[in-house]
């Protein structure tokens, strides 16, 4: 479906003469740029429009999915009375100049105070946080600290130290670039983690990748499969699991049907109690009400954050907040746009099938009109990629509802296959749908590599029972830059004569 290699080729092409400014001025210098365009995007294989859709043939073997035990190391917990625990970082900003940094202190509140500075082992700065404790049916939390550290520099290692005497625990991040349109960040795409083997695999696995920042696309714990006393100790668990790169990067959190918690038998009514006392966004940052949906800018990318558990539909405050933040959207300064949520718009996969179906008929026409890049979701324990494709035009008192290539849309990407407990989601419709590119029931991640303000390259790793494998891969063109180029190559009759004759 669509238009095949040559028109890819022409389009890399583009916008490569885009990035560097050039201005080819002779028959010569084209030519050469020509073969050079052809070489790569052969090497690339670039195009996410217009090559065969791919259902892969990889057969997992079994591999349990329990929870790891408790008394597993890879749930330790740190030595000293009061250590602090469960380490995570957050942006704590619009634009990339603060974190927001949470942990957990077991026995007492203690400190709350995050000593910071560029040089390791030495504080010149200080930012003093708040802690609070909740309950959840017969489980006590512990003491819950949340701390933002504000007015940071750009690209800017900082050292920070939380905690007091010999229970004291040190850590680092890197804040991003400052927002820039040719800004390089490479984020990771992380969803349904659970605390299994196979989790503690993809994490590994993403911990080898040089992501730089997380966009989590929910079900974060899956203590919700426990109860009384354990609910919270398994969010505990996970949190002290998760710790090895949260506390060193970002996450970037969105909440899955795992994060809802709602337990009326028990008492439990109030949705998202311990993910919202464990898991700070800056939703106030972007003129969000609620915690569960916002907006951050990092480097050259804007990150829209829904959620699929929260009203939606027309005039609610998401819709309303949602159609703002789109109008606030500057490509010219970060070019790329992603939307994060939890349950996929388009999915192939019986589990789960049209469930993101009501938030699809609410926002998909806005992610086409604003030209959304990517939209990455989970919820379904599998991996799939879509073409570029749109169904905008169907309403009750058509039949044409069904999606169509469309150059304006998003690439939808399922990654809900981080490795939790209830395993894989196996079984895929048959036969595969046009718009699905590539799909796969295994564990893994994804890499997102923006280079610039006209390519990133992606790419899908699968758990291969512990082996890291890239799967599926292209390089995907800015949607901002991509509709640019094309007008701008309509007015140049030297370069649409010359240069794109193939
Ligand atoms: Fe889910």
New binding site residues.
């Given amino acids: 479906m669509g238009s095949g290699r040559p028109r890819s080729c022409r389009r890399l092409f583009n916008s490569l003469v885009e990035q560097g400014n050039l201005r080819l001025k002779t028959i010569v210098m084209g030519s050469l740029f020509l073969i050079f365009i052809l070489i790569n995007s052969f090497l690339l294989s670039s195009a996410p429009i217009g090559r065969a859709k791919k259902a892969s043939t990889f057969i997992r073997s079994e591999w349990p999915s329990d929870d790891i035990p408790l008394g597993h190391e890879a749930f330790a917990i740190p030595k000293g009375y009061n250590a602090p625990q469960q380490v995570h970082i957050t942006q704590g900003d619009y634009d990339g100049k603060a974190v927001i940094i949470s942990w957990v202190t077991p026995e007492e509140p203690g400190s709350s105070k995050v000593q910071y500075g560029k040089l390791g082992h030495q504080y010149d700065l200080s930012a003093e946080g708040t802690w609070s404790n909740y309950t959840f049916c017969k489980y006590n939390s512990g003491y819950i600290h949340h701390c933002l550290l504000d007015g940071l520099e750009y690209s800017t290692k900082y050292f920070y130290k939380i905690g007091a005497g010999e229970s004291a625990r040190e850590f680092w991040f890197q804040t991003p670039p400052k927002i820039e349109p040719d800004a390089a960040y490479t984020f990771g795409i992380v969803g349904?983690l659970g605390q299994t083997f196979n989790s503690l695999s993809t994490l590994e696995h993403y911990m080898q990748s040089g992501g730089q920042t997380v966009l989590f696309v929910?079900?974060l714990s899956y203590a919700d499969a426990y109860r009384d006393n354990d609910i919270g100790i398994r969010w505990d668990s996970w949190g002290r699991f998760v710790e090895r790169n949260t506390a060193y990067q970002p996450w970037i959190w969105s909440a899955?049907?795992?994060e809802i918690d709602y337990m009326p038998d028990v008492g439990e009514i109030r949705p998202f109690k311990s993910y919202l006392n464990r898991y700070p966004t800056p939703f106030l940052a972007s003129g969000s009400t609620n915690p569960l949906w916002y907006a951050i800018r990092r480097a050259s990318a804007h990150i829209i954050v829904l959620s699929s558990y929260s009203p939606f539909v027309t005039y609610t405050p998401q819709w309303i907040w949602l159609r703002q933040e789109l109008s606030k959207v500057n490509r010219e300064q970060t070019p790329w746009l992603f939307v994060v949520m939890?349950?996929p718009m388009y999915s192939s996969n019986d589990v789960?099938f049209m469930e993101g179906e009501s938030m699809r008929v609410a926002f998909e026409s806005w992610f086409v009109q604003y030209k959304v890049d990517l939209i990455f979701a989970?919820?379904v324990h599998a991996y799939e990629r879509s073409y570029r494709i749109s169904n905008i035009h169907n309403d009750v008192s058509t039949r044409a509802c069904f999606p169509v290539p469309d150059k304006s849309a998003p690439v939808y990407i399922t990654v809900?296959d981080g490795g939790n407990q209830e395993g894989l989601a196996g079984k895929f419709r048959d036969p595969q749908p046009n718009y699905s590119a590539f799909r796969e029931a295994s564990y893994g991640h994804s890499i997102l590599e923006i280079k610039n303000r006209t390519h990133a390259i992606y790419r899908w790793v699968r758990n291969d029972d512990g082996k890291k494998v890239p799967t599926d891969s292209v390089v995907f063109l800015n949607q901002y830059w991509a509709s640019n180029l094309r007008q701008r190559r309509l007015k140049n009759h030297w370069w649409k004569n010359h240069i794109f004759a193939f």
Avoid: C, E, K, T
């Fill in positions: 349904d929910g079900d899955g049907n795992h939890h349950v789960h989970g919820h809900g």
